[in-house]
């Protein structure tokens, strides 16, 4: 009988010679789950992908895959899962359709079935214009657009994508994500998703793991991240007259302030600070006592983006520190 | 269908470089629609090839000519392997509903169609030279299908093993030019080994196509020697081998 686990990692290492990639991981994923998997590079995400796809054994710990254990049963496991690769893969003497063909065919899909997913990938990714062409000759971006819709053509129950998106244009790229998300309200599946775009990560997953030297330092909500970790918002505002470096020096010099810089090319002022409604007040008062005019001025709300940034970043502190203790 | 059915026929679609195989038919049949005539010429008094039995030298080049697309086949097998690492499906095959043993069976089993069809495309061309030595025998035929069989599955193994030791596509096409060059050249595929010099006939008394080419001939000419035993089991054993070291080298491939 199927659990409501998709996944579950416990204490799982890779280790290459004396370098730890993946450092006693932890971590379950729930059936019909986004979860997106963050890391700086290097930081062992793709490792980890590497693992629980089969293609590598793990040098300790244990893991489970759709029920099935990752060191015993990983024939099983390839069974039911998909993975879309962060490098290019393609069967380059082919034609676009021919390769979804022989593609399905390897899954053992049959012809009937093949010939109607091809349709509707082909319709899906945008594909039409080059379904004739021989792969050797796409483009990057259509490349990973076969690529992607080529994952699609057996059934699956987990799906890991290791930067899906690499390569694609804004459009392509809202399209392939909204195709996932649609495979996962409708058929259930499950997706486990790396990504440097941490706006997909946000659209897309329920959950986040951020892995930093091999160890996961944080998991939650994309919001609870933001709320957690996207500790500073940011004060955003233009004056008529252009920059001043005066007012600058002016509201450094203000406690609520964390940091302040111009955009000279903008002509922008960016102020990061824990309380926007203190800074305001501050930036009419100094600017009406210099004789300035505000233009402009907004809250910028806190992304996913700062969140990982700070995470990381004191992730990567702490570990100057233990290095230098030690 | 069958896993190793579905493998091969993907192999034999994906990595097929059509140019090649061409190529790899145009040089046989350029050895004997022209080299033969050619060189036949000047050796008249033609080839021994058991001390009973002498061909003319356009027939001895064209029977070996039909085991050197044996060894064409056989560079397939590493090309094919080289292509899927190129192109990010060695991985991408590994994480699919398929063993490691399944991918390389199914590499060697599309060189074994690649090595026999292209053996039997060029001998049917060659037929008008061939068609008045040759003798259709059960034993004949035995030997033939087993040259082709034991040659193709013994240098596809070769090159997949060479395929995996070296760390650049381009590596390989001229490490396996070489290799195979100095196969074709040091074997009896040309010349009778017997009438070689000295250094030259041990090598190709010791060169595992000599033996495939020989017992080729054999099975054509009916030129059933008393080594010919011999040779047969021993390609055999070394063909077991060099598979073994094949299967070995693959299974540790490292995924980058």
């Known amino acids: ?326 | 269908m069958n896993t190793y059915v579905r493998l091969t026929y993907r192999n034999l679609r994906a990595n097929l470089d059509f140019a090649s195989l061409f190529f790899e038919l145009i040089f046989p049949i350029f050895f004997i629609f022209v080299e033969g005539p050619g060189l036949g010429g000047l050796l008249k008094s033609g080839v021994p090839i058991t001390p009973t039995l002498t061909v003319p030298y356009q027939l001895y080049l064209a029977a070996g000519a039909v085991t050197l697309t044996v060894i064409n086949g056989g560079t397939n097998a590493g090309t094919q392997l080289w292509y899927d690492r190129k192109n990010g499906m060695f991985e991408q095959l590994l994480m699919g509903p398929f063993s490691r043993a399944q991918y390389i069976f199914s590499i060697i089993l599309a060189t074994l169609i690649i090595g026999i069809a292209g053996s039997l495309i060029v001998f049917l061309i060659a037929l008008p030279i061939l068609g008045g030595g040759i003798q259709i025998t059960p034993e004949g035929v035995f030997f033939v299908g087993a040259a082709l069989f034991l040659g193709t599955l013994l240098f596809g193994s070769f090159a997949i093993a060479l395929s995996v030791v070296l760390r650049s596509s381009e590596t390989f096409q001229i490490v396996s030019t070489f290799t195979f060059f100095v196969f074709l050249f040091t074997s009896s595929v040309f010349y009778p080994a017997s009438q070689a010099p000295p250094i030259i006939k041990q090598v190709s008394y010791g060169n595992p196509l000599t033996w495939t080419t020989d017992m080729f001939r054999a099975g054509l000419f009916q030129s059933f020697t008393s080594t010919l035993t011999i040779e047969v089991i021993v390609l055999t054993i070394v063909a077991g081998i060099v598979f073994g070291i094949a299967v070995i080298a693959f299974r540790r491939i490292r995924v980058s």
């Open chain 1, 1 to 326: 009988m199927s659990t409501e686990i998709a996944i579950s990692v416990a204490n799982l290492e890779k280790r290459f010679s004396d370098k730890v990639a993946v450092d006693s991981v932890n971590f379950e994923v729930k059936r019909g789950e986004v979860f997106g998997f963050l890391g700086p590079n290097g930081a062992g995400k793709t490792t980890t992908i590497k693992m629980l796809t089969t293609l590598i054994p793990p040098s300790g710990g244990s893991a489970s895959i759709l029920d099935y254990d990752l060191r015993t049963q990983a024939r099983r496991i390839r069974e039911k899962i998909g993975v879309v690769q962060q490098q290019d893969s393609f069967d380059q003497g082919l034609k676009v359709e021919k390769c979804m063909d022989i593609y399905g065919l390897i899954w053992d899909m049959p012809a009937n079935e093949r010939r109607k997913r091809i349709t509707e990938l082909v319709e899906r990714f945008g594909m039409d214009e080059f379904r004739k062409k021989q792969t050797i000759d796409l483009s990057a971006g259509q490349r990973r657009r076969l690529q992607v819709a080529r994952e699609f053509m057996h059934d699956m129950d987990l799906l890991f994508l290791d930067e899906p998106t690499v390569g694609l244009d804004p459009i392509a790229r809202r399209s392939v994500l909204n195709y996932f998300k649609e495979k996962v309200e409708k058929e259930g599946l499950t997706i486990f998703f790396t990504t440097h775009i941490l706006e997909e990560a946000e659209y897309l997953c329920q959950r986040i793991a951020i892995i930093n030297h091999g160890k996961i330092i944080e998991i939650d909500s994309p919001e609870n991240l933001k709320r957690r970790f996207g500790r500073a918002k940011a004060v955003e505002f233009k004056l008529s007259e252009g920059m001043s470096a005066q007012l600058s020096t002016e509201l450094e010099r203000s406690d609520s302030i964390t940091k302040i810089v111009q955009d000279q090319e903008n002509g922008s002022y960016k102020i990061s600070t824990l309380k926007p409604e203190l800074v305001i007040p501050e930036v009419y008062r100094i600017s009406d006592r210099l004789g300035l005019h505000i233009s402009s001025i907004y809250v910028s709300e806190t992304t996913l983006e700062d969140a990982f940034v700070s995470l990381v970043g004191n992730s990567n502190e702490e570990i100057v520190r233990q290095g230098a203790q030690s």
